[in-house]
C-alpha cells in the first residue's frame, strides 16, 4: 500500500478501498497503523475538500522507492485525485504492473536520457528538448500510451503545441486525454482537431472512469 500511494503521489481513502476491495473502517485503520509508523502521512487541503494521503520519506525508502514525496496544496488536490482515479481505472484495463506515474517517468527519462512516454513542445535555449510528460503511461506489450488528465482548460496555443507533439510522438501507440465535461473538453476536442491529431488522440469524460 505504501508502495502504491508513493508511487501515485497523493490519494483519497476512496482510492484505498477501491484497490484493495475493503469497508471503509478497514481501509481507515490500515491508513492510520501507517501514519502513526511514520510511513504515511495525512495532508489537509480546503476545509470541506477530503483529506490527501502521502507516503513520507521514511515510507518511500521503506519501500525501496528512490522518489521524493508528493508535493500536495489545495491547488492541486482536485488533480491529484483525478490522477489515483485514473490510474486506478488504468490498472482495471491494463493490468496493475502496466501503469506508471508521472513520477516514476521522470525518473525513468533522466535515466535513459531520452523521451519514453513523453512529447517534444519545443526547445531550450540551450539546445536541448522541451518535453511535456503525461499524468500517466500505460507499457501494455510494448506499445505505450500516455493519458493526460485535464480538469481545466489551457491556453489555446498551449493546448495545440502539447497535443501536436503528441501527434509526433511515434514512441507511443497513442495518447488518451481523460477530462472534465463542458469548456475543458471542448477546448481539448477544438485543439485535436486544429493539429489533425484524431487518428492517435483520444478524447473520453473523467466521469467514464471513476
Known amino acids: 500500500m505504501v508502495g502504491w500511494i508513493g508511487r501515485i503521489g497523493a490519494v483519497e481513502l476512496g482510492h484505498v478501498r477501491r484497490r484493495w476491495e475493503v469497508g471503509r473502517s478497514v481501509a481507515y485503520g490500515l491508513i492510520r497503523r501507517l501514519v502513526e509508523a511514520g510511513l504515511l502521512d495525512r495532508v489537509a487541503t480546503l476545509p470541506g475538500d477530503p483529506t490527501l494521503i502521502r507516503a513520507t520519506l521514511n515510507g518511500l525508502r521503506y519501500v525501496h522507492l528512490a522518489l521524493p514525496p508528493a508535493k500536495v496544496s489545495a491547488y492541486q488536490a482536485e488533480h491529484w485525485a483525478a490522477c489515483a482515479s485514473v490510474a486506478l481505472w488504468a490498472e482495471e484495463r491494463w493490468g ?93 476536442e477544438r485543439a485535436v482537431g486544429k493539429v489533425r491529431a484524431g487518428e492517435r488522440v483520444l478524447v473520453i469524460g473523467l466521469g467514464d472512469v471513476e
Open 96 to 188: 496493475r504492473d502496466s501503469v506508471i506515474s508521472e513520477r516514476e517517468l521522470r525518473r525513468l527519462e533522466a535515466e535513459s536520457e531520452r523521451p519514453v512516454g513523453s512529447c517534444v513542445v519545443g526547445e531550450h535555449r540551450g539546445g536541448y528538448e522541451a518535453l511535456h510528460r503525461p499524468d500517466l503511461l500505460v507499457t501494455d506489450n510494448g506499445s505505450p500510451t500516455a493519458i493526460e488528465v485535464e480538469l481545466t482548460p489551457k491556453a489555446p496555443r498551449r493546448l495545440e503545441a502539447i497535443v501536436r507533439g503528441w501527434r509526433r510522438a511515434r514512441h507511443l501507440e497513442r495518447v488518451i486525454y481523460v477530462v472534465s465535461d463542458g469548456s475543458t473538453r471542448r477546448a481539448v
